[in-house]
């Protein structure tokens, strides 16, 4: 008996010890989680408040504010003021104001982001945001960082060598998950983009929860109604420019006015990176005339893509393209200059570089192109619409094709058009094929899926709702057509050669769409059958999703796009 004691004792000692070790492994883990899985709110960035007068104070950090907290606490030799947001997978978005002088050319690199620990990042330039015309870097969160808990704003720099210390009392970095990031004016209201609020698609909560917040400081900030709150969008009453201390003869000038959403119930305002500018009062005459036809779409590296896709739909009936590029890193702007500069094309490219907002930026896309455009098709890259009648009434190309399918009434009730998919699979394609995915791809899936749309613009819903696919209506006086295969139908490039196909991995542009990585929903219609959680290749897959041979797009486009030459046969797009 007296041997168990000191037994007992050192089996107690080592539970003890194993679990502190499991203890300590367990917090490794959760602080090393990635970003998508860990969530809070900036406290510098917000403020709750108790005062009952308190109706104008809400605190709001401008960017000048931001860095020159960041100088009080460094050595920096020659900071740039900047301020950061923590976006998934560990990336660190830079914005620098647009009245921040920089080089000129911001492409041959030589800035750095430099963090806490003296941990320094690399930062790539990534293009001018077109609204507020900030200039933005990327930079990656070094990997001892990620274990400081809240994570700390770095300092943009071109001498990271040259610095000594950046201690935690710098900012805290918003993160993407919680943060109003774009803003845009109408001639009657606003409307503001923010992300973390309407989480679950399908269910927004009511606009009386909510009160728009203008402003850079506790002096001037003001609060309108929010009109409208679905998914990432809000709409919002103009703020009255006299409580803001800016006179109608500076507005002009378009001064920098921070604006986010107020969360009354928790007193709570959301971080911000977006700008409000104030309407003109007289808004000049379009110097470009309207077009009837546009189409738009979110774009990520689709350079090797975009000539097909342009040449047939200008060719059929597209007067322009709006891209939203989702911070392409090809040669995209490239080919869109040579496309504008060969005349017969007009393609704007605005850059977007908010991750997983394709709806936020369809809504986007409906009030910012309203002037200019009178109806938009919304169709990706890899989507081609046709009609079987063409291939019967029409010898040539012709820009009334598209225009026809609208079937436009007298009274001019149709508001939106939708055509079914047809979704093409790898046709025994080993490769990228070099005459375009529509020469390349004729097997296809037997049923069709799901569908995209034509809008008549004026026709959308104040809330500018959509789920990709189409909008909501103003009802009271439009309404949705659909139509029959044989009228029109997209033939929907999905599954291409595995090296393509492989591509899509690194990301979903939808806002409720989850990642093909990530582990939910296995039996959604947005998963590729038989693929799994990882991008590795199936097993056949060249000869995948092939259930009928459909050649009549293919058939037409060669008769109408190719063209013999002395190296054989080319399509209009390989020229």
């Not at 103009?238 to 986010?260: D, Q």
């Not at 969360?263 to 700008?275: F, G, H, M, Q, T």
Request: with cysteine; aromatic share 12%; charged share 20%.
């Amino acid at each position: 008996m007296p041997r168990k004691a000191p037994t007992s004792i050192f089996l107690i000692f080592l539970c003890l010890l194993l679990l502190a070790f499991y203890s300590l492994l367990l917090s490794r883990s959760a602080i090393s989680l990635s970003p998508t899985h860990l969530r809070f709110r900036p406290r510098n960035l917000t403020t709750r408040y108790d005062a009952p007068d308190s109706f104008n104070h809400v605190i709001r950090e401008d960017i000048n504010e931001l860095t020159h907290r960041t100088r009080l606490v460094t050595s920096i030799q020659c900071p740039v003021e900047s301020v950061s947001v923590l976006l998934p997978n560990w990336e660190v978005l830079v914005l620098v104001s647009h009245d921040t002088p920089l080089t000129s050319n911001l492409g041959v690199g030589g800035f750095y982001c430099f963090f806490p620990r003296n941990e320094t990042s690399p930062a790539n330039f990534s293009g001018v945001l077109p609204f507020t015309s900030a200039t933005t870097f990327k930079c990656t969160l070094p990997n001892r960082n990620r274990r400081l808990q809240p994570f700390h704003q770095p300092v943009l720099t071109r001498f990271p060598e040259m610095e000594t210390n950046v201690i935690s009392a710098a900012p805290v970095m918003p993160r993407w998950d919680f943060l109003a990031y774009e803003c845009f004016s109408t001639e009657t209201d606003v409307v503001l983009f923010v992300k973390g609020v309407n989480n679950r698609q399908g269910i927004n909560k009511s606009p009386e929860e909510f009160r728009c917040v203008f402003g850079n400081d506790i002096k001037n900030a003001v609060k309108t109604p929010v009109t409208s709150s679905k998914q990432e969008v809000f709409r919002c009453l103009h703020p009255n420019l006299m409580e803001l201390s800016i006179s109608p003869s500076t507005t002009a000038a378009a001064k920098r006015i921070k604006v986010s959403i107020e969360i009354n119930r928790e007193k709570l305002v959301v971080p911000s990176v977006a700008y409000y500018t104030p309407p003109r009062r007289h808004m000049p005459s379009n110097p470009n005339p309207t077009s009837l036809l546009c189409a738009t779409t979110m774009v990520y590296n689709v350079a090797k893509f975009l000539r097909e896709w342009v040449m047939y739909y200008s060719k059929i009936g597209v007067d322009k393209f709006i891209l939203y590029d989702n911070g392409s890193d090809d040669d995209l702007e490239r080919v869109i200059k040579e496309l504008n500069e060969e005349g017969d094309y007009n393609i704007e490219r605005i850059f977007w570089v908010w991750p997983k907002t394709q709806e936020a930026g369809f809504s986007h896309s409906a009030v910012y192109a309203k002037d200019s455009c009178t109806w938009m098709m919304y169709v990706d890259v890899d989507e081609f619409i046709f009609s079987p009648s063409w291939l019967k009434n029409f010898s040539q190309p012709s820009k009334t094709m598209l225009k026809s399918l609208l079937s436009i009434s007298s009274n001019g009730s149709i508001g939106q058009v939708s055509i079914k998919c047809n979704d093409f699979g790898p046709s025994d394609q080993k490769k990228h094929p070099a005459m375009g995915v529509i020469q390349g791809y004729n097997c296809r899936r037997q049923a069709e899926q799901r569908h995209k749309s034509i809008l008549l613009l004026e026709a959308v819903d104040h809330s500018l709702l959509n789920v990709i696919h189409h909008f909501d209506l103003n009802n009271n006086h439009y309404n949705w057509k659909e139509l029959p295969l044989e009228a029109g139908v997209i033939n929907h490039y999905k599954y291409q050669a595995w090296p393509e196909f492989m591509t899509k991995f690194r990301r979903r542009v939808s806002a409720f769409v989850a990642d093909w990585r990530t582990r939910v929903n296995p039996m959604s219609k947005d998963r590729t059958p038989g693929l799994g959680f990882q991008p590795i290749k199936p097993e056949g897959w060249e000869n995948m999703f092939c259930d009928i041979k459909d050649d009549r797009l293919k058939l037409w486009t060669k008769k109408w796009f190719g063209s013999q030459t002395p190296q054989g046969l080319k399509m209009a797009w390989q020229l």
